[in-house]
């Protein structure tokens, strides 16, 4: 058995009915050349003769004195987290998208191991989607993107691949700043006394960082503390009722526009969603005088573990409150630039330990509910790289991977980006009943390149 960490068991305490706390993904395929009508069968046929999950994909919850641990599933059932369905006519994207809003509602099981796949034809153009919806306490979106390409070749011809849950782990390794001892056997007890040790050296550092944020609040224009994001309509409470809506934008648009403004793709990618929110929050009268803050997770991983949460937070001004694209822009990248400098001295650990004390208590809130109406900050947005090459699966090539994130209370929608190729993929999910008509920021997304191009 193995215990959870403080991050992976935070997903377990928030979940509820309306808040599933899973991740997942869309990916369309395009069967390869001479592929026969039944090759969506054949390829669920291939993936159901891997019937044997390794960690962490046969891994189920159970709890000892009330601590929560994974243990191996000894009776796992793959037909349980596989299926193959199918569209219904005429089965356009607006339908597949519809299902994906449908199956990313629900709770999984946990008296099983947490993650689900669905293999989906009868796509009008001929194309097969494949949906997987994986808990957050087991995995992370870098972690997950890595398994997505572990599972995949960049070669037509290979037919070797192994399915993700079928693949051997690779080992985690120590957070940077913590020192592992190799050349001995260390019982229980040494590796948790190890663990009070690191995390105790790292508190002098971050408790310097935590007073210099707070003496921040007051002289610091581009420091974004916990108590400055605005009330809006995005941080309702919220049903169990979901709304997914996709699209790709050519990565080189966006190259060539960050270019121009001598910034950064994830500057470009939150002026976009900025400049899409304004419109969308104007367009319901309901744009706060103040800017929107957004919440950006950034990946601290620095090995090839697959499993588990290594992520750290950023807070960014998304500057909603200025008319002119590149003011906005402008705020934008001084905001993360002063969030980046911060951690720029300080290790792995030190990094996510300042992260959750500076937002234990949104964490709290958002899990108590006790104090309604505030929040640390209005939206999550995600940037998540991706493949740099065309990938195939089996010899189904890779068209596109949408990601399919978390809805919560307080939260009601989030803005998730892939990096593809030579595309990026934006995947937006949302409370279909707090949030009318979302699906209208892909067009505004759209809006707000082009006004970042023409300024």
Known sequence: MTPLSPPDNMFLLLERRNQPMHVGSLLLLSP???????YAQELAEWALSYRRAQPPFNQKLTKRFGIPFWEEDTEFDLEAHFHHISLPKPGRIRELLAIVSKLHSGLMDRAKPLWEIYIIDGVEDGRIAVYSRIHHALIDGVAGMRMLQKGMSPDP???????????????????????????????????????IRDQAATWPRVTKEIIK????????????????????????????SRRFAAQSWDLPRIKATAKKHNATLNDIVLAMCASALRRYLTDLNALPDKPLVAMVPVSLRKDDSDGGNQVGMVLANLATHLSHPLERLDAIARSVQNSKDRFANMSQLEIMNYVGTALAVSGINMATGIAPTWQAFNIVISNVPGPRETMYWNGAKLEGIYPVSIAMDGQATNITVVSYAEKF?????????????????????EEGLVELENA
């Open 32 to 38: 390869p050349e001479g592929a026969g009508p039944n």
């Open 213 to 240: 944020s707070i003496k921040a609040r007051g002289n610091d224009a581009d420091y974004v503390s916990v108590f400055q994001a605005p009330r809006s309509i995005l941080n309702q409470p919220i049903s169990a």
């Open 425 to 445: 993929e934006i995947g937006i999910i949302a409370c279909r009943r707090t949030l009318p008509h979302m699906q209208k920021l892909l067009a505004y997304l």
């Open 157 to 195: 011809l290979c037919r070797d691949t192994v399915p993700f849950w079928a693949m051997p782990p690779r080992k985690k390794a120590a957070p940077e700043g913590v020192v592992a001892n190799v050349t001995a056997p260390i019982s229980k007890a040494s590796k948790a006394m190890g663990a």
